[in-house]
């Protein structure tokens, strides 16, 4: 378990093996989720993904262009091999 101290000002500053194991870093921001009885859940802020994130993620990758029969026989195929 970590101990921080807090400053006059309310302040408090995390050591570097804390944020590396949060996986924050400069700039990057903190959530912190208020629990009854005190106690707190602090996460790294990650922001939540769209489709629009998603969308031509794999673009220049293949110039292989398949039909939307492939595409529905591929999905077909990879439901019926799921073990």
């Known amino acids: 378990?970590?101990?921080?101290?807090?400053?006059?000002?309310?302040q408090v500053t995390f050591r570097k093996e804390v944020l590396q194991h949060l996986g924050i870093k400069p700039?990057?921001?903190?959530?912190?989720?208020?629990?009854?009885e005190g106690c707190g859940l602090?996460?790294?802020?990650?922001?939540?993904?769209?489709i629009a994130d998603f969308v031509g993620?794999?673009?220049g990758r293949t110039t292989k262009v398949a039909s939307i029969e492939e595409i529905n026989e591929a999905a077909?195929?990879?439901w019926t091999?799921?073990?």
């Open 42 to 50: 602090l996460k790294a802020a990650r922001p939540a993904a769209t």
């Open 1 to 10: 378990m970590t101990t921080l101290t807090v400053t006059a000002k309310g």
């Open 81 to 83: 091999d799921r073990r």
């Open 57 to 59: 993620l794999l673009a």
């Open 27 to 36: 700039g990057d921001k903190i959530e912190l989720e208020l629990l009854p």
């Open 76 to 78: 077909a195929q990879g």
